[in-house]
Structure formats: structure tokens, C-alpha cells
């Protein structure tokens, strides 16, 4: 029987560690076996520019036969690329939240060098489980070139200033990037590489898309350059879908700056109104911030930014006004990806402490379809669409 599609898939999180390190020796790339500030070195993360390495870091940076030779590195390598046995050795690993997103970082090198072979393995593991649709959150839109002064404008802006303040400024920027050569350059460039590295995987019996993102943790200025670039690549090609925020949501700079992003998102939605946003939202939990942290994101991405889809929201009943929202949200039929094994991974929601269940004792996900419209096999984000 037809699965569908997939709508909340991190391609760099989909890709086994085990073939990760099939990569790393390929490409004859190594990876760190220890922390060294002084030489910038981060323990597990995989080093493409081995060329480039100091005598002292390349003594660091073992090859993938050597970590297989090593079985005691191995096991602690898979354990950190993923979440392999994690439950069984918890108290010898960082938090679930901490561990999840710091594998980004350990293997975006190997990541970012290989997409064809992984679309297409991605492909082949798709169809073999009946899967027809993949919309694969994939890369950052790039950052921009501009003046410095336009850099300094935006990283002044907070969450608190007004909004002719934010558009000021977002004015500028934009105006300084929207007909400038090299940043149209960035961007076709990337749209290129994104299309070029998905040549031949689409069929009769597979389709998959993408949606760029920017990082939530990064500054004012870079999260508005890689806004504007990813809205605008969004716009260049029929195989880039919608626009993404990813990133820690509980991080200091995530929460300090949460309304600023978004108005970001409202300012370019403007723009381009045919560009659809994924928006990864209410992805916290009471311990992770202050209950007042709970209250707005995933109203915010929706009433604010213009999102059409929430990934995860599972705070959604610590929202003010929780079910007069989730009326909104079922009458613009925004469909809630409710991510089960990254909520139970991340933030410990399983079972019964799902809140639709909690407060609605529903015994099974088809039950509260009514409000949370579980991943359904649509294009839900054709950019042609209304």
C-alpha cells in the first residue's frame, strides 16, 4: 500500500552513519579523535580539507580504515553520528537535545560533497518502502556581499524594536541585493548545484523537492541574507518548494531573536507571495525554556510569518488562546508535521504525553486528525499553487 510523502526530512539526518564513514574513505577524508581548541578541532567531526591540514591537526584526523580498526572508537563514533544505543549509555552522552543537533556539524562535510549519491540512495530506500515523495530539507540559503554599514543596520535590530525600525532596514538590504550582480551570481549558483545534483533522480515513481532554510542561531544580518537568498532561489526553480527556519529553538539567540525572524519571514513573504514556509516551531517543552518561552512561536510563525505547515508544535496547548488557534490552523488548513520519533528523541514526548492526547484522551493519531492533519500525499507546497 502507497505510504505517500515524507514533509519533515532533514536530508543530512537521513543518511546512516555507517555510510557517512563509507564516504569519509572514499573521498579519503578524516575524521577529529579529539577536542583541540588551540587548533580549532572539534572530536567526531569529519574533515574534508585534509590537504589544508596543519602536521599537528592531520596527527588528530584518522582515516575511516583506521576508526574501523578501532572498535572501541567505532562504537563511540556511531553512538555520537546518531542515536544508536543512546538510552542504554545516556548518562555517558550530552543531552538528547544537544546530541541530536550536534551531529549536523560532525557530518555536513561529508554531506554537502555527495548529494547525488544520496538522493539516490535515498531514492532507492523511498521506493523500497513505498514512499513516493520526499521534500528534503537540504542547505542554507547562501550569505550575501553587501556593505558593511547594511550588515551593522541589521544586526542592531532586536525582537523589541519597531516595526518601521525592522522594514527600515529590511528595506535597505534588500534594495542593495534584489538587482545586484553578484548576489543573483550566489544564488543562481546555488540553485544550479541543487538542480545539478538532483539530475535523474525524479521518475514516474519517485519525485523528491527541497526546501532551503536559514539557521536560527546565527546574526540579524546573516539570517536576513540567507532569508532573502533562499526566498529568491525559491522562486528560481519548480524543484526548491518552500522556505524552512532550523536550528535549536531553545538557544539563547533563537529565543531572544524568535519575533525578529519572524517578522524577517513576513517582510520577504511580502515579497514573494507565491513562496511557501515549513517553519519549525513550538519544538520546546516546559524545562527546555521558561513557560513564557512556550506562549507564542507557533502563533507567531503563523499569524506573523505566513507559515502554510508547523513542524512539530508539540507546546501547542501553552500557546495563549490554544484552541482558538488551533480553530485557525484548521481553517487555513495548516498541517502540523507531528514528528514522532524526533519528539520522543528530542524532547521526550511519547505516548500519552502527547498533548493532543493528554487533553483530548485519544488513544490513536487518527483520532485527532480533527485538528492535526498528519502528512498526507499532496504537493502541498507547488509554489503555483494558491
Not at 577529529?32 to 584526523?61: F, G, P
Not at 537540504?138 to 550588515?151: F, Q, R, S, T, Y
Not at 534588500?174 to 538532483?198: G, P, R, W
Not at 527546555?288 to 512556550?294: F, I, K, N, Y
Request: contains cysteine; aromatic residues 14%.
Amino acid at each position: 500500500m502507497p505510504k505517500g510523502g515524507d514533509l519533515h526530512h532533514h536530508y543530512s539526518g537521513s543518511i546512516y552513519a555507517e555510510t557517512y564513514l563509507n564516504w569519509v574513505g572514499t573521498h579519503n577524508y578524516c575524521v577529529y579523535r579529539e577536542d583541540n581548541a588551540a587548533l580549532n578541532i572539534q572530536k567526531y567531526r569529519i574533515e574534508s580539507k585534509v590537504s589544508e591540514l596543519s602536521s599537528a591537526a592531520k596527527a588528530l584526523c584518522i582515516t575511516a580504515d583506521a576508526i574501523r580498526s578501532d572498535n572501541g572508537f567505532y562504537r563511540e563514533l556511531l553512538k555520537r553520528w546518531s542515536d544508536i544505543d543512546y538510552f542504554n549509555h545516556y548518562h555517558e552522552q550530552p543531552p538528547p537535545d544537544q546530541q541530536f543537533f550536534d551531529t549536523f556539524g560532525y557530518f555536513d562535510p561529508v554531506a554537502d560533497s555527495n548529494y547525488n549519491e544520496g538522493f539516490l540512495w535515498l531514492k532507492n530506500t523511498a521506493i523500497s518502502e513505498n514512499v513516493q515523495y520526499i521534500e528534503t530539507i537540504l542547505k542554507n540559503g547562501p550569505n550575501l556581499v553587501v556593505a558593511d554599514e547594511l550588515n551593522v543596520m541589521l544586526d542592531a535590530l532586536t525582537s523589541k524594536s519597531a516595526d518601521y525600525e525592522i522594514d527600515r532596514a529590511l528595506t535597505a538590504y534588500f534594495n542593495a541585493v534584489v538587482n545586484d550582480t553578484h548576489a543573483n551570481l550566489t544564488i543562481n549558483n546555488y540553485v544550479k548545484m541543487i538542480e545539478t545534483s538532483a539530475d535523474g533522480i525524479n521518475d514516474a515513481n519517485f519525485t523528491l523537492r527541497f526546501q532551503t532554510y536559514v539557521f536560527r542561531g546565527d546574526s540579524p544580518s546573516r539570517v536576513f541574507s540567507s532569508l532573502f537568498s533562499s526566498f529568491s532561489a525559491t522562486m528560481r526553480s519548480d524543484l526548491i518548494v518552500g522556505v524552512n527556519i532550523v536550528g535549536a529553538e531553545n538557544g539563547i539567540v533563537s529565543m531572544r531573536d524568535y519575533t525578529l525572524h519572524m517578522k524577517m519571514f513576513r517582510f520577504l513573504k511580502q515579497r514573494f507571495p507565491l513562496v511557501k514556509l515549513a517553519m519549525h516551531a513550538g519544538e520546546l517543552v516546559l524545562g527546555l525554556v521558561p513557560p513564557e518561552g512556550l506562549q507564542f512561536h507557533i502563533r507567531e510563525a503563523i499569524e506573523i510569518a505566513g507559515a502554510s505547515r508547523i513542524g512539530h508544535g508539540i507546546d501547542i496547548f501553552y500557546e495563549h488562546n490554544s484552541y482558538e488557534l488551533l480553530q485557525k490552523m484548521k481553517q487555513l488548513n495548516i498541517v502540523v508535521e507531528a514528528v514522532v520519533s524526533s519528539n520522543e528523541f528530542i524532547l521526550g514526548i511519547k505516548n500519552g504525553a502527547h498533548p493532543m492526547l493528554v487533553n483530548n484522551n485519544v488513544t490513536s493519531f487518527n483520532s485527532f486528525y480533527f485538528f492535526f492533519q498528519i502528512v498526507k500525499f499532496k504537493y502541498s507546497f507547488n509554489r503555483k499553487s494558491n
